[in-house]
T-cell receptor, first 114, second 114 residues
Framework: AQKVTQAQTEISVVEKEDVTLDCVYETRDTTYYLFWYKQPPSGELVFLIRRNSFDEQNEISGRYSWNFQKSTSSFNFTITASQVVDSAVYFCALAEWGYSTLTFGKGTMLLVSP | KAGVTQTPRYLIKTRGQQVTLSCSPISGHRSVSWYQQTPGQGLQFLFEYFSETQRNKGNFPGRFSGRQFSNSRSEMNVSTLELGDSALYLC?????????????FGQGTRLTVV
């Protein structure tokens, strides 16, 4: 069975601080997808990134970066120079290769104060 | 390109009633998945439809059902509502084929059962 663990329930930072959201996953599949989604108060889940299990290259997109380490089954997400608009709940998710069904972690609520 | 549209946005129902929620996916997407989000259980997969066929199903009772039409629009139905069915119901749209399995979510329908 697949499982995603986000151990951090809530993180509070002050604007401009860097923050890392942890994600650890379990799967028996050798190939799979990993995702991060952002859920602002409006409720919609906003897609941030997808990573294939065979591609361990780290990725940077503006202030966002992702560190995928297959050896430790982790897919961590870092926001550099956080902003108040980054305040949201962030979900890490896992999907089998070729399928759309997502297994989500419980989410990490990020609060960025001015 | 229009996003995923869910209607209605809010619903209040009484225990024992039934309810139907609607989801219109992104144009060209053939897969629609439904998720239930509650504070206690987090995001849980209900079912996925692809080309009018249920392709995958989560661990929910038979009171939860769905269908997909030839234009890929999907409905989910919950019969004999219980207080515990109060949740945010999210619909996700994806191409559903090949390796392109990013799921894009609607804003959800918030169901309150009283």
């Amino acid at each position: 069975a697949q499982k995603v663990t986000q151990a951090q329930t809530e993180i509070s930072v002050v604007e401009k601080e860097d923050v890392t959201l942890d994600c650890v996953y379990e799967t028996r599949d050798t190939t799979y997808y990993l995702f991060w989604y952002k859920q602002p108060p409006s409720g919609e889940l906003v897609f941030l990134i997808r990573r294939n299990s065979f591609d361990e290259q780290n990725e940077i997109s503006g202030r966002y970066s992702w560190n995928f380490q297959k050896s430790t089954s982790s897919f961590n997400f870092t926001i550099t120079a956080s902003q108040v608009v980054d305040s949201a709940v962030y979900f890490c998710a896992l999907a089998e290769w070729g399928y759309s069904t997502l297994t989500f972690g419980k989410g990490t609520m990020l609060l960025v104060s001015p | 390109k229009a996003g995923v549209t869910q209607t209605p946005r809010y619903l209040i129902k009484t225990r024992g009633q039934q309810v139907t929620l609607s989801c219109s996916p992104i144009s060209g997407h053939r897969s629609v998945s439904w998720y239930q989000q509650t504070p206690g259980q987090g995001l849980q997969f209900l079912f996925e439809y692809f080309s009018e066929t249920q392709r995958n199903k989560g661990n929910f009772p038979g009171r939860f059902s769905g269908r997909q039409f030839s234009n890929s629009r999907s409905e989910m139905n919950v019969s004999t509502l219980e207080l515990g069915d109060s949740a945010l119901y999210l619909c996700a749209s994806s191409s559903g084929t090949g390796r392109n399995t990013e799921a894009f979510f609607g804003q959800g329908t918030r169901l309150t059962v009283v």
